[in-house]
């Protein structure tokens, strides 16, 4: 399977599509949320969304670093390097 490509016009539900993409292709399933993640009026650097999936994991299936680059890769990819409510759109 793929990550979905697909946008959804509200920030929130389209970063709960990345965490249900991460965990059905990767098994990151430790139960992060968009609402969390976007608390606040910072922007979502693609740095603060990686290590909340990281940290939120018991155990890593191999070294920390391979997968933040890989997730946060996958963050750039679809935001770039930080995202919010503001300045998103599709």
């Excluded at 946008?7 to 709960?16: I, Y």
């Excluded at 399933?29 to 290590?51: H, I, Q, W």
């Amino acid at each position: 399977m793929a990550f979905e490509r697909r946008m959804h016009p509200v920030l929130a539900e389209d970063l709960n599509v990345l965490l249900d993409d991460l965990c059905r292709e990767w098994d990151f399933c430790a139960g992060v949320r968009a609402a969390d993640l976007l608390e606040g009026v910072k922007p979502l650097t693609s740095k603060k969304f990686t290590d909340a999936v990281l940290d939120a994991e018991t155990e890593l299936p191999g070294q920390r670093a391979a997968w933040e680059r890989r997730i946060k890769r996958k963050f750039v990819q679809r935001y770039g390097h930080e995202i919010s409510t503001k300045t998103y759109y599709i």
